[in-house]
């Protein structure tokens, strides 16, 4: 039988919240759900809480692989899944239990492609705040409309969704692999070729912050992996005619150093470049003519 979602989670050394993550997935009050566990190689204890999990509970699906980031993670589990529509869950998050139940009875209502809840930022000290509130139930289908209403690209968030997954093997919407930031392309694309999206407020997704996590801190490869994603945006936006805020058409980073320490930081857009005295303060700034 089809399940109604597949909730697919990447999982790579997170047995300190793991148990936290699962419990919430297992105990949603929609029960016909398959939950696709991909362990991306992880080396402390998360593969023996994994096993645990899927004895006690026929809808886990486990599988291994060695450590591939999170796009291989998620296509791995996207080319398995059998449910009608597709849920993410990170590792090292959690979900209200009412969260699939509220996303999948408004793709029903609807017949929507995508269903997008809320997200609430948590953070160690307990303090917390919403990265994404919607006022009202709505249905949108103009391509403009669901990437304001989603603040993407600025916020390329896959997990406080709900994707028909007929849709997303249609388009070959899929993950890019072996690169960090591999969500803006993902989203982007989702956003594009899913033609209804309905926002639900009251649907929550606990985002935990994570300083531990590998999407922290900003390595040189990480800042190079966001402006090839940001390339793709601009490349994408344009073949499609989508029409977002400019800070988005990034076009380029140069950082320049002395002995090592960054002296002075340019972005340039696409009309606009801003310098920044030690990567920190704007100092100028330079309209370009097209």
Sequence with gaps: MTPKVSVIVPIYNVEK???????SVVNQTLKDIEIICVNDGSTDGSRKILEEFAAKDGRFVVIDQENKGQGAARNLGLDIAKGEYIGFVDGDDWIELDFFEK???AAKKYNADMICGEIIRRYPSSKCRYKLKFKGEKLYCLTTEKFKITESPRRCYIFNKIYKKTELDARCVRFPEGIFFEDIGFSIRA?????TLVTI???IYNYRVNYKSTTREMTDRKQQDLLSARRDFI???REHHIV???????KRKIVYKFLSLPIMKVYEWETIKKYYLFA???VFEKRISL
Excluded at 17 to 23: E, K
Aim: hydrophobic share 45%.
């Design 17 to 23: 919240f793991l148990a936290d993550c699962l419990n």
């Design 191 to 195: 956003l594009y070729f899913l033609k």
């Design 280 to 282: 920190l303060i704007p």
């Design 235 to 237: 490349q994408f936006s």
């Design 103 to 105: 996303l999948y009875n």
């Design 201 to 203: 407020p009251g649907a």
């Design 244 to 250: 977002c805020d400019e800070k988005f058409y990034i």
